[in-house]
């Protein structure tokens, strides 16, 4: 009869390396690029899109989604730093993607908004992430709540171990 601990070092085995795997697609994903590029028909656009990183793409959202936002709070619902969001928000400037706008009484604080050209590219993320969760929806909807709770629960309290 095989030990727990041996089918608890199994269960581990399994869960770590389909996080690797998870974690590496994502930092590898240029899905994201490809899906827009496919449907982009704004030629300025085309020739933005490739110097754009997928952090980029979704600061770009958030600032389409609060318009008006502070680089801190852009740090703080992402979960960047300040100097990260300072990085992003100058390239998009540089690319016309967003503006910057400061009060007349308060010169310290910048909000960013985006531009027409930025929000018709945030649209279409949008669109990319709205079908990108329907198959997310699909999967969940395979299995009991019972069992979501399980994995929720588990995968909440394994990212408060690390």
Known sequence: MPDMNDDLLQFKNRIEKSIYQILVSEA???SDRLWLMERI???RLKKLLPRLSVSS???LDVIYVNDGIKGIDIAREMGLTK???SKIT???LEQDLIR???L???LKEIYYSVTPLGAELAELHRVFHKEKDHKAMELLASF???SLEIVADFLEKLARLR
């Open 90 to 92: 100058r390239k998009l």
């Open 144 to 146: 009991d709540e019972a």
């Open 83 to 85: 100097g990260a969001v």
């Open 57 to 59: 793409l979704h600061v």
């Open 28 to 30: 590898e994903d240029d």
């Open 104 to 106: 007349p009484d308060n």
């Open 41 to 43: 028909s704004d030629d």
């Open 100 to 102: 910057k706008n400061q």
